[in-house]
């Protein structure tokens, strides 16, 4: 893969003609996640401006402070045939965009971008309408390219590499922030370019499904949620969860494991093209509520991924939208017993022409330690 696969030249001009469908002027993009699907410049989030502005029809073009000019430039969006627009320090570069961008009624704000940002051009285009540039995006965003699957298959194996690490490192009588550091190093080490979360939850700790880490120490025969991923240098991220034990698991604990493993198997089943994002949500929670946890199992069973870790579609009851060859996501249901321990199965899946492919391979199981 390379940056003009992840990043091809032809996504910008997709990128117009859905915001002209949508009925807007134009989109404003600032650094962030969505500046990157549509051009490839991972820019500085900064008090200076930097925003790729794309008119439904007319040319687009690219404010840049001056000093960051040759980081634009060098980035994959020089292949877009952009005009770099650079702004010095005594210019206001919000009048410029908007001077040239001309009348709008109706723009979209990158979904990211900073409070500061919006006022500011609320100001300089007085009578435009600002909505979401994610109305526009998340139709191109949902549906992965073969180049982005494989992206996301190489994330998936690298944090795969990880979590085969993770017994090196857990042991009675460590803390998980000792553990978090270590698994940190590793996510590095396998590849990643940045270290997005490390969730070491210990015991009771694991009842609460964001958990950070702590300075709590992990005590033998207590099971241990371990949630890690990360981003690489192509932008696209990794996301998985497995569970531990340090030493021989309780007993009630060994069977509502059971009991998330054939969820989880259930609802990564129920993935096919046209089946509802809410249809897979209720395979695993089926499974869970009727073995009794019902009321234990408190998220969502998924969430999409790309450049973001978190971003649609969203598996969840109430999303009636239907499943698509590329859609990537997550299948992470959860029991948790407030006081006592708890435990999540994640994968990523994409959603292919047969069914769903998952993108984690590293043991499901619960790993004695």
Known sequence: MTSSDLYPVSRLAAVQEATAKAGLDALLLTPGPDLRYVSGYDAKPLERLTCLVVPAAAEPYMMVPRLELPAAEASPASRLGLDFVAWDETDDPYRIAADRLGPASRVGLADRMWAMASLRFRDVLPDAEQVLAGTVLRELRMRKSPAEVAALREAGAAIDAVHRRVPEFLRAGRTEREVARDIAEAILAAGHATV???????????????????????????????DIGGQLHNGYCSDSTRNYCVGEPPADYAASFEVLRRAQDAACAAVRPGVSCESIDAAAREVIAEAGYGELFIHRTGHGIGIETHEEPYIVAGNDEAMEPGFAFSVEPGIYLPGSHGARIEDILVCTETGGERLNDSPRDLVIV
């Open 196 to 226: 997005d979360f490390v969730i070491v939850a210990s015991g009771p700790n694991g009842a609460s499904p964001h958990h950070d880490v702590s300075d709590r120490v992990i005590q033998a025969g207590e099971p241990v949620v371990v």
